[in-house]
Every structure is written in structure tokens, then in C-alpha cells.
T-cell receptor, first 116, second 114 residues
Framework: DTGVSQNPRHKITKRGQNVTFRCDPI?????LYWYRQTLGQGPEFLTY????????KSRLLSDRFSAERPKGSFSTLEIQRTEQGDSAMYLC??????????????FGPGTRLTVT | AQTVTQSQPEMSVQEAETVTLSCTYD???????LFWYKQPPSRQMILVIR??????QNATENRFSVNFQKAAKSFSLKISDSQLGDAAMYFC???????????FGQGTRLTINP
């Protein structure tokens, strides 16, 4: 399967703990995005990488959130000192750079985070 | 787009019938893309159809087609011959102005009645 993959699929953690999620994009895509989706809502943008460079961050991405994409391949999203309000589905997407399809984003299955 | 609005939180249709989902957006750009994504229950979001704003012809993908009204900033999705597998949340989306991120509408939950 050459689609976007995310791990873990589900994560339950206690408030105050740190969590880390991983995203592996489609291999030939050099753009990678993180979104957050709460129940019954559309995804909201968190951050975006082109290769290893983090080019844009949303105001939703507080200081407790950090994302990396070393070597421009997989990406990790870490949430420190989790709060109950962080409970959501975290979606990763990727897209190619340039060409007519550069705006098309392909999504992974998401990581559902529950903070108790 | 700066904002994308889906005014129908829920829609239902009889199997084999046709249904239209509405979407309006706000942008000051002259060329842009519009997308419809489908998110089945507990499954990942998949791209259904795309429209490039400079193309006057409405996009079509098998049973899915769009009605793109650029002046009205309207982008509706028509599903013909609805099937049980079409049941899902449908999201309209467009890239934010001058940015790569997608801006999504609130979604429409589509139910297919057998």
C-alpha cells in the first residue's frame, strides 16, 4: 500500500502526559500537512512541511505542540502536557510539489487521541 | 478560499436517487481549486472530485459531478444513482488564499435509505 500511513491509530493518555504521533507520506510527495478534526467538524490546519522545512504553523498550534520532519520523509507530531481539549482526530496528508496536482492532498487514516 | 460554508448539516436520499450537496466559498483570487472529500464512518478521508476555477466545464467523475458557479461562488456536488456505500460525511474544501493549506467546510452527513 503506497498511501499515507499514521501510527498509532488510537491513543489514550492521561492528562499531563506527552504523546507522539507518526505520519509516513506517499513516497514521492514532498509536502506534508497536519490537521486536527473534532467530532462533527471539518479538519483544521495545524502545520505544513515542504521537505524538511516547516513553512507554516497555525495559531492552533500552541507551545505544547511541536512537529518535525527530519530528512523530509516521515513526520512526527508531539503534544506535551496533554489537556482534555486536545482530544481529537489528528490527520496527516501529503501532496506532490508543483504541477497541476500540487493542491490535491491525500489523507491518512488519522490518529484518534483521547485524553482522560 | 478564506471561508467555506456547507449549509446542510445532514441530508438523506433513497438508494438509486440523486442528491445534491451545497457549498459556498469566499475568495478574491481569480484562479483556484475546489475539492469535495468523502469521509465514511471511522474511515479515512478520500478525494471525490476536483474543479479548477479557470475551467468553465463542470467536473465529472462517474456518478459524481459538480455544479460550479464562479460568479456566485457556489460549488455543489451531485451524486447520481446513490448507493449504500455513498453514506459518509462530505466536506467541501479549497486552498487558503496564497497558502497551501486546505480550508474545509463544516461537512454534510449523507444517509442513504435502502
Amino acid at each position: 500500500d503506497t498511501g499515507v500511513s499514521q501510527n498509532p491509530r488510537h491513543k489514550i493518555t492521561k492528562r499531563g502526559q506527552n504523546v507522539t504521533f507518526r505520519c509516513d507520506p506517499i513516497s514521492e510527495h514532498n509536502r506534508l500537512y497536519w490537521y486536527r478534526q473534532t467530532l462533527g467538524q471539518g479538519p483544521e490546519f495545524l502545520t505544513y512541511f515542504q521537505n524538511e522545512a516547516q513553512l507554516e504553523k497555525s495559531r492552533l498550534l500552541s507551545d505544547r505542540f511541536s512537529a518535525e520532519r527530519p530528512k523530509g520523509s516521515f513526520s512526527t507530531l508531539e503534544i506535551q502536557r496533554t489537556e482534555q481539549g486536545d482530544s481529537a482526530m489528528y490527520l496527516c496528508a501529503s501532496s506532490p510539489w508543483g504541477g497541476p496536482y500540487s493542491y490535491e492532498q491525500y489523507f491518512g487514516p488519522g490518529t484518534r487521541l483521547t485524553v482522560t | 478560499a478564506q471561508t467555506v460554508t456547507q449549509s446542510q448539516p445532514e441530508m438523506s436520499v433513497q438508494e438509486a436517487e440523486t442528491v445534491t450537496l451545497s457549498c459556498t466559498y469566499d475568495t478574491s483570487e481569480s484562479d483556484y481549486y475546489l475539492f469535495w472529500y468523502k469521509q465514511p464512518p471511522s474511515r479515512q478521508m478520500i478525494l471525490v472530485i476536483r474543479q479548477e476555477a479557470y475551467k468553465q466545464q463542470n467536473a465529472t467523475e462517474n456518478r459524481f459531478s459538480v455544479n460550479f458557479q464562479k460568479a456566485a461562488k457556489s460549488f455543489s456536488l451531485k451524486i447520481s444513482d446513490s448507493q449504500l456505500g455513498d453514506a459518509a460525511m462530505y466536506f467541501c474544501a479549497s486552498p487558503a488564499q496564497g497558502a497551501q493549506k486546505l480550508v474545509f467546510g463544516q461537512g454534510t452527513r449523507l444517509t442513504i435509505n435502502p
